[in-house]
């Protein structure tokens, strides 16, 4: 199959939708595919065309959020360039500009196309109501997600069942959904991979020592992703377990405020704040970890939890649905409700070390599970879905007409 993936984010942009886009086209390619790229200019305000990566960039205006880019809904330059790929279906990473194009790049030219869902926008209307109307808000935000993800596709895509309740629960849609959890290439995250002297060079860095027992939370620095528990967690755990650690890995608008906390709290000896860490480096720094921990409720799915489990990494997390079907209780990590449920489960595990190693096995296995290469299976599913369900165009039906009048 020919397949555009469309969205707003790419490299040399890092997230967790970055990395599943990336995996995604890598295992596509494996199988052997033809992937190409749509996405935004981060570097210029010029169109940009990887030949052989296959990378079609747009310029955008900068948004102010990151790194990202504000493109045009219908880049006319992109359309002959794209034209010439004969997509066969077009895979919408993005509700946004880029996400729009691919829209109506899609009915224009008769284009099957699926969508996936990936954040749970609710949890960031604060950033731009700052806490005003955000009833009404949230209200357009409904009608927004609806038409984009339902109205304008062929097939949707979520990664889990609390994505899935969204849709089917609250916005009453009615469509078929479809349950995929990302995949990741697990084999980038495995202990037997990584240079032991990078790790220690990391260790010695952030003066992490063997009697150290290191808490790791990777992604961004921001309020949904409640942070302050974890800092709260720490600083109470410090009082009896001074060789506790917890590595706070990424960027984002709160970090300065965090670090703040951090010093009211006088455990800053015991917070590292790492900032931004490039991609290619992720797999290392959950090396240095005992266990990966997270308090947010505002994921989709949590890439960095199956990260951490490929790692050998127990995940302990805080009880929302969006973790439920990837963290078991005693097999392969905790679910926590309260900061002393999370306290208790971090002392249990500083102290026993058999449970421990079980975890650490039992996690690595689960990660398994969620392979890059089973993901691209059941994602080209649907898209064998979509393309069966695609109508002929006017100009195929009139083509098909006449071919079956004269031959």
């Known amino acids: 199959m020919r397949i555009g993936i469309f969205t707003e984010t790419y490299t040399p ?5 970055v990395t599943s886009e990336l995996m995604l086209k890598n295992a596509l390619e494996k199988k052997g595919h033809e ?14 065309y990887d030949e052989q990566e296959k990378v079609l960039r747009i310029p955008g205006i900068p948004t ?3 790194d990202s880019r504000l493109t045009s809904i219908y880049p006319i330059k992109a359309i002959n360039k794209i034209k010439s790929w004969h997509l066969d279906v077009i895979h ?6 880029i996400g729009t194009f691919a829209r109506l790049f899609a009915k224009q030219y008769n284009i099957p ?33 609806k038409f984009y993800c339902d109205k304008t596709i062929t097939e949707l895509i979520v990664p889990t069942k609390k994505a899935y309740d969204l849709f089917k629960k609250k916005y009453n849609v009615q469509r078929n959904i479809h349950i995929i959890p990302t995949g990741i290439e697990v084999e980038r995250f495995y202990r037997e991979t990584i240079d032991p002297k990078q790790i220690n060079k990391l260790k010695k860095q952030y003066n992490i020592s063997k009697k150290d027992f290191v808490a790791i939370f990777v992604g961004r620095i921001a309020e949904e992703k409640n942070i302050p528990f974890l800092i709260n967690v720490t600083a109470n755990l410090i009082k009896t377990n001074p060789n506790f650690k917890l590595l706070i890995v990424g960027d984002g608008p709160d970090k300065e405020n965090y670090e703040q906390l951090t010093k009211e709290k006088h455990c800053e000896n015991n917070i590292i704040f790492t ?18 921990i997270s308090a947010s409720q505002s994921e989709t799915q949590g890439l960095t939890i199956i990260e951490a489990m490929a790692a050998s990494l127990p995940a302990l997390c805080i009880d929302d649905e969006s973790f439920r079907d990837t963290v078991i209780n005693e097999l392969n990590g905790y679910l926590f409700n309260t900061e002393e449920e999370c306290q208790n489960i971090i002392i249990k595990l500083m102290n026993d070390k058999k449970t421990l190693a079980n975890l650490q096995k039992n996690a690595r296995n689960s990660a398994e599970l969620h392979s890059s290469k089973y993901f691209a299976e059941k994602v080209l599913d649907v898209y064998k879905l979509a393309t069966k369900h695609r109508k002929p165009s006017y100009k195929e039906k009139i083509t098909n007409f006449f071919r079956k009048v004269f031959l």
Do not use: C, R
């Not at 919408?92 to 500009?97: D, G, K, L, V």
């Open 113 to 145: 196309i699926v969508h996936t869902y990936h954040t749970m926008y609710e949890d960031y209307v604060h950033y731009i109501t700052k806490g005003h109307f955000d009833k009404s808000s949230k209200k357009l935000l409904e009608y927004l997600t």
């Open 275 to 292: 900032g931004k860490v490039p991609w290619d480096e992720i797999p290392i720094y959950y090396q240095l970890a005992n266990v990966f």
């Open 13 to 17: 942009y890092i997230s967790g939708l």
């Open 64 to 66: 102010g959020i990151y």
């Open 92 to 97: 919408s990473q993005t509700e946004f500009a």
């Open 35 to 48: 992937v190409y790229v749509v996405t935004a200019n981060l570097t210029s305000f010029h169109y940009e």
